[in-house]
């Protein structure tokens, strides 16, 4: 392949990747709250950033700089979801213990038992 092709090819990643980050970036402006703003954040962003490393790595294909953007790349893909879910998790806590998650509370009532005290639903 022509040498002209390739840097065409490695443009177009990286400017796919790009787009999705603005995308991303978008979505986090945009959506009101963090179990809203969880979805832009990890998914979105991530295949941005592969996107980017993959036209990077077809830029820079021969040379020993491979092996870093690769993992980088799987550092990214395997981390993105654990930390997407532990503030999710976090953020949904905070919001049933806020009271702001409210429309929760009957489902709990209904499929907890009453307390061994005697004052109710746990």
Not at 5 to 33: K, N, P, Q, W, Y
Not at 85 to 106: C, F, K, M, Q
């Amino acid at each position: 392949m022509s040498d002209d092709l390739i840097e065409i090819i490695a443009a177009l990643f990286v400017l796919a990747g790009a787009l999705l980050t603005l995308c991303s970036a978008i979505g986090l402006v945009r959506f009101r709250d963090t179990l809203s703003r969880m979805h832009p954040a990890a998914k979105p962003q991530v295949l941005g950033l592969v996107l980017v490393l993959i036209g990077a790595g077809i830029r820079v294909f021969p040379d020993i700089d491979l092996g870093m953007l690769v993992l980088t790349a799987i550092v990214a893909v395997c981390a993105a979801p654990v930390i997407a879910n532990r503030v999710g998790n976090l953020a949904y806590r905070e919001s049933v213990e806020d009271g702001t998650i409210t429309h929760e509370a009957p489902v709990l009532e209904k499929y907890t038992g009453p307390r061994l005290d005697g004052r109710g639903p746990l």
